[in-house]
């Protein structure tokens, strides 16, 4: 058996926050679904931007290209400049005859990019992900925090599936927090959301 990822509360949201300068943050699942935004999700991460957090967009997705991910941020309220997005590996491979390294989540190769071109310290970054086996894992990987959403992929019931199993690979998806959607402690970073 292993622990439950721990739920963001009001009593531990300050040392929760103080504990990261970095956030990495998957997309579809975690911010929006397609075209519909997530909750306000968007205004979690600018109000976490404001506190001098830095945010990257990270994604395994190989359709859209960064400036599509840049316009779509900017469409759904999200600050955004920087993102880092998957690439259409197929078609390289294809016409260079060999096969492609592979930089998405869960492969250390991408944050190595990230971390090098940025100075990130690994244990002051948080990766926030729907899916466990990609977003979660890359996390663990890199040696940093992790929460998961469950505004995505996965559900409660295979964290405590996974919680439950004596199989070491099953612990390994389990992120260090937890919470149902990214604006769930949005009351905590602004009280005036909290009479929303």
């Known amino acids: 058996m292993a622990p439950l990822p721990a739920l963001i509360t009001r009593e531990n949201f300050k040392s929760f926050l103080e504990s990261f300068d970095t956030v990495l943050t998957d997309c579809d699942g975690v911010l929006w679904h397609e075209d519909r ?62 096969l492609a390294t592979v930089m998405g989540k869960p492969s250390t190769k991408m944050f190595s990019v990230i971390q090098e071109k940025n100075s990130l310290d690994p244990k002051r970054t948080l990766m926030i992900g729907d899916r466990c086996n990609t977003d979660i894992l890359f996390g663990k990987n890199c040696g940093l925090q992790t929460l998961v959403v469950l505004s995505g992929v996965t559900t409660q019931a295979d964290l405590e599936k996974w919680a439950a199993s004596d199989d070491p690979e099953q612990h390994a998806l389990l992120a260090d927090y937890c919470l149902t959607q990214l604006d769930d402690h949005l009351a905590f970073l602004d009280p005036k959301q909290e009479q929303k």
Do not use: M, P, W
Request: net charge positive; charged share 25%; proline share 0%.
């Open 37 to 98: 935004l997530i909750g306000q999700a968007h205004v979690t991460l600018n109000t976490l931007q404001a506190l001098g957090k830095k945010v990257f967009f990270v994604t395994n997705n190989s359709i859209k290209s960064r400036d599509d991910y840049i316009e779509k941020c900017g469409r759904l309220g999200f600050k955004a400049t920087k993102v880092c997005t998957g690439c259409v590996v197929r078609c390289v491979e294809t016409v260079a005859e060999r």
